[in-house]
């Protein structure tokens, strides 16, 4: 038998099938945790999705500890809550900002080929 089928069958059968929950959780993970350390109000959001993922897991697996997930997600709420509306004056300066660095980023493969050109 060929071990490439059979390591993707592997793959499949024994990794991605129990764990797909926790697959498609990720990405929410991940972005609620870049949008925090970014001090976006909304990573909250992304925060409280993916512990919803846990519930589900835990509901799935009958895993029913992992219920403890709403303490969490209530306190992910209180937190956005607290948060509240960001400053006008802030917002508007994170957002110019971000717009100067993406027109810096657009520029910089003009600057580097006006150097080529010169050389």
Known sequence: MNAQPWLLIWLWQAVILPSWLSLVSAPFVLTGYVLLGRMRREGWWFTIASQAGLLAIG????????AVVLIL???AFRNWRRWGRPNPTVALLTRQL????????AQR???FAEREAER
């Open 59 to 66: 509901a799935v697996h009958r895993e029913y500890g992992l």
């Open 73 to 75: 997600m209530w306190q």
């Open 98 to 105: 971000e717009e100067a660095r993406a027109r810096v980023l």
């Open 109 to 111: 493969p003009a600057r």
